[in-house]
């Protein structure tokens, strides 16, 4: 067999526990620890999982002592025993991290809060894997990045993308947050046009033709897109539901079998065994899609904890090299998931490579 590629993640919150459990679930990488600075119930869960926890800091280190748990090294010793590192740290501490990591000789994958200079590559994984192979670094999307590279490069691919105009209502904070963060009883508009999401698209696919308004609501879960697309052509409904269809990591949903809002796919998530609730597909409502000649309008949720896991796995056999074609990786990490193009089928399917995965430049 051929040797596991050997992951640490460094920042164990929101994005990087799941990381690490996604690492853990590949036959192919080992999770050799995590990092982090705080000593909280995070880290003691970590601990009771058997997860050999490293400290960030001489402080982090001195406070994981002081609350009793067992600290397996610093995090220059998880650095030198890594073949990749997934930084999951706070937004914009990346800079700083990164030369930690090139001191080490390690390759690193960095999330969406990091701006696209710090790598000079951004990373979605049927988009541009091809690209990443054998970067030192890459940089994972934000969550409503990466839907909306999925969704249209879907109606791209088909031949059907002409432009595209999105609206966003964002989850206002992170839901383990909500005790002392966040917005009640209003929206706020974000304050420029265009919102970063659609310029970010475009570090992945250049030329995408694509703005992107947004607002954050007074919810904690789940994003919600809406867009009004012009097609290349007149088309059908069926046409545009098989080009989404046909996207790995996007999934049909429909209002009329009671999925009706971000809370239900949440809750479907948990009945379907999901950890944690997670959903690491875009859900589209099948049954609101509307095609009116050349015009497309549709809506879709995306799940802002966890629709980035599997691009991030994806990202580190990328750096690593080993999987040169990324519709492989593609399947592999969706069949460990249990990725499904449609959730009330019977079974996950394997993962559904896509005809130009790895071949975008």
């Known amino acids: 067999m051929t040797q596991k590629i050997r992951v640490g993640v460094n ?44 400290a960030s800091t001489a402080a982090g280190a001195a406070a994981m002592r002081s609350a009793q748990l067992p600290v397996a090294g610093e995090l220059h010793q998880l650095l030198g025993a890594v073949d990749v590192i997934v930084d999951c740290t706070p937004a914009r501490s990346g800079a700083t991290n990164l ?110 033709d694509v703005v992107t308004m947004a607002a954050k609501g007074s919810h904690t879960q789940n994003h919600l897109h809406y867009w009004a697309i012009d097609l290349t052509r007149p088309a059908t409904q069926q046409e545009v539901l098989e080009a989404l269809g046909a996207m790995p990591r996007v999934a049909l949903v429909r209002s009329g079998e009671g999925i009706v809002a971000p809370n239900s796919t949440i809750e479907l998530m948990r009945d379907l065994g999901r950890p944690r609730g997670d959903m690491y597909e875009v859900a589209v409502w099948a049954d609101i899609l509307t095609v009116q000649g050349d015009e497309l309008f549709c809506t879709y949720t995306v799940d802002n904890q966890a629709v980035v896991v599997p691009e991030n796995i994806d990202a580190i056999r990328a750096l690593a090299g080993t999987v040169t074609d990324g519709a492989e990786s593609m399947s592999r990490t969706d069949a460990a998931l249990g990725v499904r193009a449609d959730f009330l089928a019977p079974a996950p399917h394997p993962g559904r490579p896509h005809p130009t995965a790895g071949a975008r430049s």
């Open 99 to 208: 030369e930690h990591y090139r001191a080490h000789g390690v390759r690193a994958v960095f999330q969406g809060g990091e701006k696209h200079a710090l790598t000079g590559h951004s990373f979605v994984a049927h988009a541009n894997y091809a690209t990443a192979l054998g970067r030192d670094t890459t940089r994972v999307v934000s969550c409503n990045t990466t839907a909306t590279v999925r969704t249209l490069t879907a109606l791209q691919g088909a031949g059907l993308l002409a432009r595209a105009r999105g609206v966003l209502i964002r989850r206002a904070t992170d839901p383990w947050e909500s005790d002392h963060s966040g917005i009640m009883n209003t929206v706020v508009p974000e304050t420029a046009i265009p919102s970063h999401q659609g310029p970010d698209a475009r570090t992945v696919v250049p030329g995408l």
């Open 11 to 54: 920042g164990y919150g929101v994005i990087g526990k799941r990381v690490a459990d996604a690492v853990t679930a590949q036959h192919d990488m080992e999770l050799v620890g995590i990092s982090d600075v705080v000593s909280d119930y995070r880290i003691a869960t970590a601990v009771s999982r058997g997860i050999p926890v490293h």
